[in-house]
């Protein structure tokens, strides 16, 4: 069930697909989209996406072409 208070707090979610290229932390692993800051209104499913596995770092959201670069 989507949180009921989300409409509330809106300054705290970012509008999905807002950023195209997003880079990430080895300590936020594993990764998944849409992120947590992502209202739950405007986003896709969930995907887990196995950037660590990726041989240049960079891994692309198959739902909403978010590119996530991992950084050490």
Partial sequence: MPNPHTAEQQERFKPANAETTVTVHRSQLPLNCPTPQTALWASHPRVYLPIDES????MRCPYCGTVYILED
């Fill in 55 to 58: 041989p240049d770092g960079r």
